[in-house]
């Protein structure tokens, strides 16, 4: 899989993983294990990827005595998981065509330019 798409979908995987309520790192990858296995490196560099970008927002907590950062989504993040459908929706139909799927609804809803 292309390296940059591949980054695009991790980041959204982790947006969406935080999307319904505030999370840390172990219960992100807790939560996304069954779909996809991310370590916790790679995990942190999309977190702190996605805090610059604006689309994730952090705050500490005590949790048994330790400081814990919980992360929560922002407008920018909820926007770009939005973004995220509605170009799969496109990619699917794309994905259809070249496969030969379903190729009345492709005719029709297919789209190569702006």
Avoid at 37 to 56: C, G, V, W
Avoid at 76 to 100: C, H, N, P, Q
Wanted: aromatic residues 8%; proline residues 2%; contains cysteine.
């Amino acid at each position: 899989m292309d390296i940059q798409l591949k980054r695009g979908l991790l980041e959204v995987c982790v947006l969406a993983a935080i999307a319904d309520e505030d999370s840390y790192g172990y219960k992100i990858i807790k939560d996304m294990k069954p779909y996809i296995e991310l370590s916790e490196s790679t995990l942190y560099t999309i977190l702190k990827r996605l805090e610059t970008a604006d689309m994730l927002s952090v705050r500490a907590a005590e949790h048994e005595g330790r400081l814990r950062k919980y992360y929560h989504i922002t407008r920018a993040g909820r926007k770009r998981i939005e973004e995220f459908k509605s170009d799969w929706t496109e990619m699917l139909s794309i994905y259809r065509f070249v496969t030969k799927e379903d190729e009345s609804h492709v005719k029709d809803n297919i789209s190569c330019g702006p």
